[in-house]
């Protein structure tokens, strides 16, 4: 096997992937710690931005509130440099950018400055070259948060639930993502979608799988992910579920997901070739 180049030799930006959906529960947060977490297992330098006042994906991370009191808050406000706000994880490779509730007030707070949408994308910037690869973590809403990690990103993922308003979901995010590429990032690509709590038991999860897959054709990722208890459980654990139990269904998804994931991006030599 080939080392991969590490984040830093090239110098140039690693990829920032907003993971987006405007539904709640789909799986977003699942799949931007998850796939983070198997990603610098897999050698990467990975860092996940929490963009969502709930916060799920800097708990899921095992970072309590001693660790959050500087976040992204103080970031997209313009307190503190995003590099000052990292925190390092107990995953290899893996560093978080914490969410706190307040980020809820960032909305009104950013109300009168016209170049709002783009706070984001300025405060990584200057962070990105030392990462292969930024993921963000958007709240379930089409709000300034979404917006401004949609300007940011090269590209978004989006995690489909299979079930049954699935298409008329995804139609949604489809149609952010065009006015983002009209409005202030017009290179934002489909990085790609994550067919997520996939039940084989049921005929609806198959039914699901083939129209997205008949709808959004070689858009959507080989790998789908299992509904898998373990999944559940790891968020109370702190741990991604990797750790928590690398040999369950869903450690091994989410482990094949960033394998197909790095695959598509050309292997390790992406950034060599860039
Ligand atoms: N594949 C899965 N199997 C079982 N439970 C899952 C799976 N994916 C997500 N969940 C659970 O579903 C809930 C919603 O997932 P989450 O990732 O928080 O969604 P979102 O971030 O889109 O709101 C969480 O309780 C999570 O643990
Ligand atoms: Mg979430």
């Given at each position: 096997m080939s080392v991969p180049a590490r984040a830093g030799e090239t110098g140039a930006p690693g990829r920032l992937v907003a993971v987006a959906n405007q539904k709640g529960g789909v799986g977003k947060t699942t799949t931007a710690v998850n796939l983070a977490a198997a990603v610098a297992e897999a050698g990467r330098e990975v860092l996940l931005v929490d963009v969502d006042p709930q916060g799920n994906a800097t708990t899921h991370l095992g970072l309590g509130h001693a660790k959050r009191r500087v976040s992204l808050y103080d970031v997209l406000l313009g307190r503190v440099p995003a590099a000052n706000a990292v925190q390092p994880t107990e995953i290899a490779n893996l560093a978080v950018l914490p969410s706190v509730v307040d980020l809820s007030a960032v909305e009104v707070e950013l109300a009168q400055d016209a170049e709002r949408n783009l706070?984001?994308?300025?405060?990584?910037?200057?962070?990105?070259?030392a990462y292969d690869l930024v993921l963000v973590d958007c709240p379930p809403s089409l709000g300034v948060l979404t917006v401004n990690a949609l300007a940011a990103a090269d590209g978004v993922l989006i995690p489909l639930q299979c079930e049954f308003f699935a298409l008329e979901g995804l139609s949604m995010i489809l149609r952010t993502v065009d006015r983002v590429r009209r409005g202030s990032n017009p290179k934002l690509k489909i990085e790609g979608i994550v067919l997520t709590m996939y039940d084989r038991r049921?005929?609806?999860?198959?039914?699901?799988?083939?129209?997205?897959?008949?709808?959004?054709?070689?858009r959507v990722f080989?790998?789908?992910?299992?509904?898998?208890?373990?999944?559940?459980?790891?968020?109370?654990?702190?741990?991604?579920?990797?750790?928590?139990?690398?040999?369950?269904?869903?450690?091994?998804?989410?482990?094949?997901?960033?394998?197909?994931?790095?695959?598509?991006?050309?292997?390790?030599?992406?950034r060599r070739a860039a």
């Open positions: 706070r984001l994308r300025n405060a990584l910037e200057p962070l990105r070259a049921n005929n609806l999860s198959d039914q699901v799988a083939a129209d997205v897959r008949g709808f959004m054709g070689a080989e790998t789908v992910i299992p509904r898998n208890v373990r999944i559940s459980e790891a968020p109370s654990y702190g741990q991604p579920v990797g750790r928590y139990d690398v040999q369950c269904a869903g450690a091994i998804a989410y482990a094949h997901l960033a394998r197909e994931y790095l695959g598509r991006l050309g292997g390790p030599d992406r």
